[in-house]
């Protein structure tokens, strides 16, 4: 075991970083029993991952994380092209990341996996979506559903080359702006499909444990009935996993809409003080709910933006982030981002706690823009920038038009 502070620290100042200066050290969860499980058979408490890949120097420093968290379970380094983790998790399979920072970037897979021994083949090139990994009938179906769609995926990225070609030559135009973007347009019909393919990706492979953790990431894709319909088909032991309690609580806390009151919610600030979400509406200005977490790519390439919109706009709105995770080293990096207005929040249950649950937040960044009376005006996932629906402009004008 060995401490990689020094390589985490130095890859946060890149942006390039997943955790935040903490020290790496095994951890043991607790054994939970769930019954049989469907896939595969367990025959032993504990997980292995042989991994012969090439392309990385000697002694590279690799780790593995817990992905419903980015918790550090365990670090090594590479040696002669190979390396080994192992450990135990719960029997329920869970996904798991592979993770490699490099002075060029990081390198990163996910494992989708229970107490099993499998192996991974690979060279650096085929991070993180071409891996071979065997051994896991788990993972087989993960590596399934990812091939279900790749097309979709190259559809989008072609399309997405199109209008920067478009855009580069100036020949972007409104006409062009509602062909790609608009409902039924390009990029929303190939978006349609890829949703079709997700779920009917979880409706072919009901009662095993992949589809169960596709629909708790995809649940905002289904009305509740739908939802609750697909969900009560799983057998009980699988429903009793975490992301089945997960998709449960999101089922028992209803949607707020368009129109409907802010939920307020105590949470903890930058100063260890508890401070309610109420504080922040005084009734002349509008209020920014931010559920973000440092570990997102898209949250670290916002946070400049909506640092930047939140000194301009002082006068009009207040700003809330809530940090989604509950691990303190991230939540102290979000705080040297905050300005004046710009309240930072956490609780110490991260996503599985009130604020996180209650909103329904299922991707970071999640925006929820409130009037000044506390309204909710709209809601809506990721960044943006330099399109038509780039977030700080579109939230000014939402502003203007209220």
Same mark, same amino acid.
């Given at each position: 075991m060995r401490k990689l502070s020094f390589y985490l620290l130095a890859f946060l100042s890149l942006s390039t970083f997943l955790v935040v200066g903490q020290e790496i050290k095994t $951890?043991?969860?607790?054994k939970t029993s769930i019954g049989k499980l469907k896939?595969?058979?367990?025959?032993?408490?504990? #997980?292995?991952?042989?991994?012969?890949? $090439?392309? #990385?120097? *000697?002694? $590279?420093?690799?780790? &593995?994380?817990?992905?419903?968290?980015?918790? &550090?379970?365990?670090s090594t380094s590479i040696i002669n092209n190979s390396f080994i983790f192992s450990g135990s998790t719960t029997q329920a399979p869970k996904s798991f990341i592979i993770y490699i920072p490099l002075e060029s970037g990081v390198k990163y897979a996910y494992i989708f996996m229970a107490n099993e021994t499998v192996t991974v083949k690979a060279d650096m090139a085929d991070f993180p979506n071409n891996l071979k990994v065997e051994g896991s009938v788990h993972h087989k179906l993960k590596q399934d559903y990812d091939k279900s769609l790749v097309s979709f995926d190259k559809q989008? *990225?072609?399309?997405? &080359?199109? &209008?920067?070609?478009?855009? /580069?030559?100036? *020949?972007?135009? %409104?006409s062009l702006?509602?062909?790609?973007? %608009?409902e039924g347009g390009i990029l929303h019909t190939i978006s349609q499909n890829r949703i079709q393919a997700e779920k009917l990706f979880v409706k072919n492979n009901l009662d095993t444990y992949y589809a169960l953790e596709v629909l708790k990431y995809? /649940?905002?894709?289904?009305?509740d009935k739908e939802l609750k319909k697909l969900f009560s088909k799983f057998e009980k032991n699988i429903q009793a996993t975490a992301n089945g309690?997960?998709?449960q609580t999101y089922l028992d806390n209803p949607a707020i809409e368009v129109g409907d009151r802010f939920v307020?919610?105590?949470?903890?600030?930058? %100063?260890?003080?508890?401070q309610k979400f109420s504080a922040s509406f005084d009734g002349k200005k509008f209020v920014l709910l931010d559920f973000s977490t440092p570990t997102c790519p898209n949250t670290r390439e916002a946070l400049p933006a909506i640092k930047e919109l939140d000194q301009e706009m002082t006068n009009q709105l207040n700003t809330v982030t809530f940090y989604t995770q509950n691990n303190p080293e991230h939540f102290t990096y979000l705080t040297t981002m905050q300005s004046q207005s710009w309240q930072m929040l956490w609780t110490e249950k991260g996503n599985e706690g009130f604020p996180y649950v209650r909103y329904r937040v299922n991707a970071t960044p999640t925006y929820l823009l409130f009037s000044p009376q506390g309204k909710l005006i709209e809601r809506w996932s990721g960044y943006k920038k330099g399109n038509y629906d780039d977030t700080t402009i579109k939230i000014k004008n939402l502003m203007q038009n209220k």
């Amino acid at each position: 075991m060995r401490k990689l502070s020094f390589y985490l620290l130095a890859f946060l100042s890149l942006s390039t970083f997943l955790v935040v200066g903490q020290e790496i050290k095994t $951890t043991k969860e607790t054994k939970t029993s769930i019954g049989k499980l469907k896939e595969n058979k367990l025959q032993k408490d504990e #997980f292995r991952i042989n991994a012969e890949i $090439t392309g #990385f120097e *000697n002694e $590279t420093p690799v780790m &593995i994380l817990d992905a419903s968290n980015n918790g &550090i379970i365990d670090s090594t380094s590479i040696i002669n092209n190979s390396f080994i983790f192992s450990g135990s998790t719960t029997q329920a399979p869970k996904s798991f990341i592979i993770y490699i920072p490099l002075e060029s970037g990081v390198k990163y897979a996910y494992i989708f996996m229970a107490n099993e021994t499998v192996t991974v083949k690979a060279d650096m090139a085929d991070f993180p979506n071409n891996l071979k990994v065997e051994g896991s009938v788990h993972h087989k179906l993960k590596q399934d559903y990812d091939k279900s769609l790749v097309s979709f995926d190259k559809q989008m *990225n072609a399309k997405n &080359i199109e &209008i920067n070609e478009l855009k /580069k030559n100036n *020949n972007w135009n %409104d006409s062009l702006q509602k062909a790609y973007f %608009d409902e039924g347009g390009i990029l929303h019909t190939i978006s349609q499909n890829r949703i079709q393919a997700e779920k009917l990706f979880v409706k072919n492979n009901l009662d095993t444990y992949y589809a169960l953790e596709v629909l708790k990431y995809k /649940k905002s894709e289904y009305s509740d009935k739908e939802l609750k319909k697909l969900f009560s088909k799983f057998e009980k032991n699988i429903q009793a996993t975490a992301n089945g309690k997960a998709i449960q609580t999101y089922l028992d806390n209803p949607a707020i809409e368009v129109g409907d009151r802010f939920v307020d919610f105590e949470a903890i600030n930058k %100063d260890g003080k508890s401070q309610k979400f109420s504080a922040s509406f005084d009734g002349k200005k509008f209020v920014l709910l931010d559920f973000s977490t440092p570990t997102c790519p898209n949250t670290r390439e916002a946070l400049p933006a909506i640092k930047e919109l939140d000194q301009e706009m002082t006068n009009q709105l207040n700003t809330v982030t809530f940090y989604t995770q509950n691990n303190p080293e991230h939540f102290t990096y979000l705080t040297t981002m905050q300005s004046q207005s710009w309240q930072m929040l956490w609780t110490e249950k991260g996503n599985e706690g009130f604020p996180y649950v209650r909103y329904r937040v299922n991707a970071t960044p999640t925006y929820l823009l409130f009037s000044p009376q506390g309204k909710l005006i709209e809601r809506w996932s990721g960044y943006k920038k330099g399109n038509y629906d780039d977030t700080t402009i579109k939230i000014k004008n939402l502003m203007q038009n209220k």
